[in-house]
């Protein structure tokens, strides 16, 4: 019988605090207002997509959520947006791009990377920049702003900017200065 008046009192408690969330008001809008004001026709969650040319990968875009437009070829990319490149001739990995938020432009698969952007080459090689700009047709990665490139060996260099090819061959740093390590100069 004790029993039975246990389960009875839980069970009133726990129909009371439903009962009682149930006439809780909701004070505004459930989704953030920069996420409300955006009018994207679509919105996908955990994107991946392959970046083709001429029928051969050249990159791999990833990020947790994308907006599409109906009337635009730019998507807009938010929550861990990674760009991986390739080789195009033996598929190998070249460099993996990584931010906070990105915009691909669907029609050139060229990416603009923003919020703690990072380029990571293969060679262990890593700038980080505010803002990365990623152009394939240009055949191009580039900052507009403070870079710093932290070689594998620990040398540090920071600079104004970076350009760079995209087999990352004729990576330059512009008005560079040093941060301690030893500087190459190949």
């Known amino acids: 019988m004790r029993m039975n008046a246990i389960r009875f009192v839980i069970g009133a408690a726990v ?5 009682a969330a149930c006439e809780a008001e909701t004070t505004g809008p459930l989704v953030p207002p920069d996420l409300e004001a955006l009018d994207a ?3 996908v969650y955990t994107l991946r997509t392959v970046l083709t040319r001429n029928g051969v990968r050249e990159a791999l875009v990833e990020a947790d959520t994308a907006y599409f437009f109906s009337d635009s070829t730019v998507v807009l990319l938010r929550g861990r947006v990674r760009l991986t490149a390739y080789d195009e001739e033996s598929g190998t990995l070249k460099a993996t791009v990584r931010s906070q938020r990105g915009r691909l432009n669907t029609s050139n698969n060229a990416m603009v990377a923003w ?3 990072s380029l990571e080459l293969a060679d262990g090689r890593v700038v980080q920049s505010p803002e990365i700009h990623y152009a394939p047709e240009r055949n191009q990665i580039w900052s507009d702003t403070t870079s710093v490139l ?3 060996d620990g040398s540090v260099l920071e600079g104004t ?6 087999d990352f061959t004729n990576l330059r740093v512009q008005n560079p200065r ?3 390590g030893v500087i190459r100069f190949e």
């Open 15 to 19: 129909l009371a605090g439903a009962l």
């Open 41 to 43: 026709e679509s919105v």
């Open 115 to 117: 919020g703690e952007a």
């Open 150 to 152: 932290r070689d594998a």
């Open 161 to 166: 900017s970076f350009t760079s090819d995209l």
């Open 178 to 180: 040093s941060r301690g």
